[in-house]
């Protein structure tokens, strides 16, 4: 079991992350422990870039620097491939074609236009949140930062729950789709709603509601997005992945506003 934990956390990190670790094992059984660790590998990203974020507020950019430093080292840290994945899966649902021509649309290495107008929308989304929450204090907004990470790899754990097909036979979709347990995937959900509303609660009660209803609204919009891609394409992919993950970003960081 330790063995297998191990390997799940580099299978986490390696997959998720640009971070030098290397994946020494490739399985379904790796794949499930995994995802279900996916969280940790947000909650790695979401430090560094909170670092950036405060430390460049700290140091005296202003609020809207530190907010784009912020959206950039999770980009950096995947090498764009779950903003990469919105984009596709844009491109895919908006050009309503049949399942198997939409996920070929998917597959091509260009964007569309569907693609670059959600990527505009969502990065534009996420830098007005942080902007906001820097301009409050660098704590404000670090935790933020922190808290829609953690989010995004949160979701990915759900959508890798047993009873969600994949929509290719290949690919990192098809090796992760299906693999977590789903009442272990809701015990890792109620365990980082209770953590990020513990960090959250540093700033009160409503600092603590917030920030747990913050990771509940990033799993709901998730959801939905996740669900209208298995109508649409069979199943999930790779790309659907990325797609889930930004959307779960920006949800929490748009619920953070609410209250502020």
Known sequence: MTSLNSHGIRFAFGTLTVLPVRVTRWDRETARSGMLRAPLAGLVVGLLAAALGALSLLAGSGPLLAAVASVAVPAALTRGLHLDGLADTADGLGSGKPAED?????????????????????????????????????????????????AARLALTLASRQGVPAARPEGLGAMVAGTVPAGRALLVAATVVALCAAAGAVSGPAGALRHGLAVLGALAAAELLLRHCVRRFGGVTGDVFGGVAETAATAALVVLTFGT
């Open 102 to 150: 939409a996920l070929r649309i998917m597959k091509q290495s260009d964007i569309g236009p569907f693609g670059v107008i959600t990527l505009l929308l969502v990065l534009l989304a996420q830098v007005a949140v942080l902007f906001e929450l820097y301009g409050q204090s660098w704590a404000h907004g670090a935790l933020g930062t922190v808290v829609a990470a953690v």
